[in-house]
């Protein structure tokens, strides 16, 4: 029972051709319109989000410009942080567990 089909012939290889043809051309067909819907969308979510993040970038621009520093030459008054020196001396506070052994 055991029978082995013989191998194609020229219409046979002729066939198969054309129809793994027809399949790739559809296939990457199919790729490419998925690609631009996937752009297309990708695009359409990045443009809603910077629509909705618009006011938030209004407000840190107007931040920044309310916290520009003065030309060179201006003297900012309250703004300096005054540091006194200090000299401190150095005293164990913990016993020195050398000596133990």
């Known amino acids: 029972m055991n029978q082995t089909n013989p191998p194609p012939g020229l219409l046979g290889k002729l066939l198969a051709f054309v129809v793994a043809t027809i ?17 297309i969308v990708a695009i359409a979510l990045g443009a809603w989000f910077f629509w909705k993040t618009r006011h938030v970038r209004k407000a840190m621009r107007e931040a920044g410009a309310m916290r520009s520093p003065p030309a060179e030459g201006h003297v900012i008054e309250g703004e300096a942080v005054i540091v006194e020196e200090y000299r401190a001396s150095e005293t164990a506070v913990l016993p020195d567990d050398s000596r133990k052994s």
């Open 23 to 39: 399949l790739l051309v559809l296939g990457l067909m199919f790729s490419v319109v998925l690609l631009a819907v996937f752009a």
